[in-house]
């Protein structure tokens, strides 16, 4: 069973921000949300992880609602580098648990549309 | 410097043959991982090692055999290669078990004639 649902495709503009949701209605109290990328023949890209708050780095924000049951992934300006698969996980922190916890879903296609 | 590399990046071989594939990782993390991303592109993770210790072994069948002479290094073996086989495989590292801030390699596409 997957732990996550995301949408399998989705359109944003160059420029403008982009917003991908994920769903993980049964995530633990321990678990955090990751996101991950992979562009078109390449290794998949860590981005962004947290546990409740709010997270921003140089690539991303993580936007997780307070019951922790979704959470979505925003790139604030979305360039035409940024059309990937975009990956959302649930895992534990250091231990993964187990090859569930490092198991990557379908994902969403990001087109970012010039 | 590339922080985990692979080699080969492609490999086209014959049914039967016995295949490596190499990876090293200069970050000086700890855990290892392979991962299978089939024509589906669906990545499932095949095995983790930390400290060169076999953590996970995903039910994948006996023929692939990995091997960690250190902890900078995880290689695949494969014998007696299916054309099931043919797929991207993925070396990945992590400072501790888990995916926070796991890096990957560039993937070796492996095709099995």
């Known amino acids: 069973d997957a732990k996550t649902t995301q949408p399998p495709s989705m359109d944003c503009a160059e420029g403008r921000a982009a917003n991908l949701p994920c769903n993980h209605s049964?995530?633990?109290?321990?678990?955090?949300v990751y996101w991950y990328r992979q562009i078109h023949s390449q290794g998949p890209q860590y981005i962004i992880h947290?546990?409740?708050n709010n997270e921003t780095n140089e690539m991303a924000s993580l936007i997780i609602t307070e019951d922790r049951k979704s959470s979505t992934l925003i790139l604030p300006h979305a360039t035409l580098r940024d059309t990937a698969v975009y990956y959302c996980?649930?895992?534990?922190?250091?231990?993964?648990?187990?090859?569930?916890?490092?198991?990557f879903g379908k994902g969403t296609h990001l087109i970012i549309q010039p | 410097d590339t922080a985990v590399s692979q080699t080969p990046k492609y490999l086209v071989t014959q049914m039967g043959n016995d295949k490596s594939i190499k990876c090293e990782q200069n970050?000086?993390?700890?855990?290892m991982y392979w991962y299978k991303q089939d024509s589906k592109k669906f990545l499932k993770i095949m095995f983790s090692?930390?400290?060169?210790?076999?953590?996970i072994n995903e039910t994948v069948p006996n023929r692939f055999s990995p091997k960690s002479p250190d902890k900078a290094h995880l290689n695949l073996h494969i014998n007696s290669l299916e054309l099931g086989d043919s797929a991207v495989y993925f070396c990945?590292?992590?400072?501790?078990?888990?995916?926070?801030?796991?890096?990957f390699g560039q993937g070796t596409r492996l095709t099995v004639v």
């Open positions: 990945a590292s992590s400072q501790h078990q888990g995916l926070a801030e796991a890096f």
């Open positions: 049964t995530i633990s109290g321990n678990e955090y």
């Open positions: 947290g546990l409740k």
């Open positions: 996980i649930v895992s534990l922190l250091y231990s993964g648990g187990g090859a569930d916890g490092l198991t």
């Open positions: 970050l000086g993390h700890d855990t």
């Open positions: 090692y930390n400290n060169k210790e076999l953590i």
